[in-house]
C-alpha cells in the first residue's frame, strides 16, 4: 500500500485548504482513512478519520473547521480545512487501515499505512 499526500502549503489565518491523498494497493471501502498532524515538539494528532461506510469522526479539538471525506473509484482521500489558525501548522500525514467498524477515537496504532506528510503552514 503507498499512500501519498497533496495540497500542502502556506496561507493566511483564517483561510482554507484542501488535501488530498492518493492511494495504491488500497481501497478506502475496505477500512478506515484518516488524517493525523504532527506539529515540531508535539505528539501526532489524528483530526479526523472515516470508515469504510463513510462515517466521519473528528477530535473536538478541530471544532467543525475540518471534513473528511472519499473518493472510492478515485481512490482519494480529502481533508477539506476551514478559519485556519496558527495552531494548525503542521504536517499532515494521510494514513489506512484494514480496520472496521465506527471509528471511536483517531488513534495512530490503529493504522497500518501512513504517507510521507504534507506540510500545512499558518501564518497570523
Known amino acids: 500500500v503507498q499512500l501519498k499526500e497533496s495540497g500542502g502549503g502556506s496561507v493566511q489565518a483564517g483561510g482554507s485548504l484542501r488535501l488530498s491523498c492518493s492511494a495504491s494497493?488500497?481501497?478506502?471501502?475496505?477500512?478506515?482513512a484518516a488524517w493525523f498532524r504532527q506539529a515540531p515538539g508535539r505528539e501526532r494528532e489524528g483530526v479526523a478519520a472515516?470508515?469504510?461506510?463513510?462515517?466521519?469522526t473528528y477530535p473536538d479539538s478541530v471544532g467543525g473547521r475540518f471534513t473528511i471525506s472519499k473518493d472510492n473509484d478515485k481512490k482519494t482521500l480529502y481533508l477539506d480545512m476551514t478559519s485556519l489558525t496558527p495552531e494548525d501548522t503542521a504536517l499532515y500525514y494521510c494514513?489506512?487501515?484494514?480496520?472496521?467498524?465506527?471509528?471511536?477515537?483517531?488513534?495512530?496504532?490503529?493504522?497500518?499505512?501512513w504517507g510521507q506528510g504534507t506540510q500545512v503552514t499558518v501564518s497570523s
Open positions: 494514513a489506512a487501515s484494514p480496520m472496521s467498524g465506527i471509528i471511536y477515537y483517531i488513534l495512530a496504532k490503529d493504522f497500518t499505512w
Open positions: 494497493g488500497f481501497t478506502f471501502t475496505r477500512g478506515y
Open positions: 472515516i470508515n469504510a461506510q463513510g462515517r466521519p
